[in-house]
């Protein structure tokens, strides 16, 4: 990916396209990651460790496999209760991962395989946990250029991504998966016109969410994402 298209790549991320800025300088991604293995052309995140205590773990099964992730409901109360509010009903089921980036992040949780959105709960205030950065593993909330506009999207960085500490509501880590969002971050995408314009990075094999369900505390995952 050239750094023009990856910077302007970093100007959006919300509900179609939502503002981050970019006048800070942004590292490559190669160079925000770290060391470690390199596949698809991306260097694989390290594992991650975060001081925060799970209250509740989902399975995100999608049609290049499971992702399982922890999430912080008692340091984020209101994202984790919204979060858990679409997984109950269903919500998830058969939308896809609409924005994909490697060297960052993977974005769904609002369009469907047709690129139309489903009617979601009024936006949330933005919620952040003091301390929590965006590392490879980090799942947080989608939104658009006003801080309190989280919905139902949601994103999973691939690796670190400093710019958005502090300003997007990350609210839980990956625990098992790791590798399939990598893999899913490094699919061919294309850019498409969809209900609200011009969708970049859209994959041009549709990445399904097959569904989101809660797993419980019983046992923790000992998977790719280290303990």
């Keep these: ?7 302007t790549a970093l ?24 060391e470690g293995e390199t596949r698809f052309d991306v260097p694989a995140p390290l594992p991650v460790s975060m001081e925060q205590d799970v209250t509740e773990r989902v399975e995100i ?15 984020a109360p209101d994202t984790v209760k919204s979060f858990l509010s679409y997984v109950d009903r269903g919500f998830y089921s058969g939308k896809i991962f609409h924005r994909v980036i490697p060297g960052f992040m993977i974005q769904g949780g609002g369009f469907d ?5 489903a009617e979601t709960d009024p936006p949330l205030r933005l919620e952040i946990i003091p301390g929590l950065k965006h590392e490879a593993g ?12 989280a919905t139902s999207q ?3 960085c691939v690796s670190a991504a400093t710019q958005l500490n ?28 969809g209900e ?5 990075d859209v994959p041009t094999q549709p990445v399904v969410i097959e569904h989101v369900r809660r797993l419980g505390l019983e046992s923790a995952p000992q998977g790719d994402a280290g303990p």
């Design 166 to 193: 502090g300003g997007y509501a990350a609210f839980g880590h990956v625990e098992e998966g790791l590798t399939v969002a990598l893999e899913i971050s490094s699919v061919p995408t294309q850019t498409v016109t």
């Design 1 to 7: 990916m050239s750094e023009t298209r990856f910077l």
């Design 61 to 75: 099964k999608t049609s290049m496999g499971s992702i399982v992730v922890g999430l912080y409901g008692d340091a």
């Design 154 to 156: 949601f994103f999973i």
């Design 11 to 34: 100007a959006f991320l919300g509900l179609g396209a939502a503002f981050i800025g970019c006048g800070n300088a942004v590292p490559s991604p190669a160079a925000a990651v770290g």
């Design 113 to 117: 395989a047709a690129l139309e959105r």
């Design 196 to 200: 609200r314009g011009e969708m970049n």
């Design 138 to 149: 980090i799942i947080s909330m989608a939104r658009t250029s006003d801080p309190n506009s």
